[in-house]
């Protein structure tokens, strides 16, 4: 089983003028990225997340702000992670359940291997931790 982990990609540039972080599909990013999308706007006091996925496997960054993952596979085990620089992110295989807290005016920006689908969500934790794979 994979776990969850943090994902760094170069940062390129200096404080001077600025950085910049490339994410590129199969050479630094461990899948083909299939969609991208981000969040903001997230009041801080609403958890977010409560799921996991089937087949989906994600890299997750904080644009801007603090975000806090707390992760559970299917043995139990429960990680915590904090998501504070650009370029450092958060690797997120399938099977792992999620619970997301942001910070005010946090910008999450999501690297996925797949497309949206509906079935491929475990919504519903007890379903989750009883899942046989």
């Given at each position: 089983?994979?776990?969850?982990?943090?994902?760094?990609?170069?940062?390129i540039?200096?404080?001077?003028?600025?950085f910049?972080?490339?994410?590129?599909?199969?050479?630094?990013?461990?899948?083909?990225?299939?969609?991208?999308?981000?969040?903001?706007?997230?009041?801080?006091?609403?958890?977010?997340?409560?799921?996991?996925?089937?087949?989906?496997q994600?890299?997750?960054?904080a644009?801007?702000?603090?975000?806090?993952?707390?992760?559970?596979?299917?043995?139990?085990?429960?990680?915590?992670?904090?998501?504070?620089?650009?370029?450092?992110?958060?690797?997120?295989?399938?099977?792992?359940?999620?619970?997301?807290?942001?910070?005010?005016?946090?910008?999450?920006?999501?690297?996925?291997?797949?497309?949206?689908?509906?079935?491929?969500?475990?919504?519903?934790?007890?379903?989750?931790?009883?899942?046989?794979?």
């Open positions: 089983m994979i776990n969850p982990d943090y994902f760094n990609l170069d940062k540039g200096n404080s001077s003028l600025g910049i972080t490339v994410a590129e599909s199969l050479k630094n990013v461990p899948f083909e990225i299939k969609r991208v999308y981000w969040t903001y706007y997230t009041p801080q006091d609403v958890m977010r997340g409560g799921h996991a996925h089937k087949k989906l994600q890299i997750i960054f644009v801007s702000g603090t975000i806090e993952f707390t992760t559970i596979d299917l043995q139990g085990n429960k990680k915590t992670f904090i998501l504070d620089s650009p370029s450092q992110g958060l690797f997120l295989p399938k099977l792992i359940w999620r619970d997301i807290k942001f910070s005010h005016n946090a910008v999450l920006l999501c690297l996925a291997s797949e497309h949206y689908e509906e079935d491929d969500y475990f919504r519903d934790f007890e379903e989750f931790k009883n899942f046989q794979q």
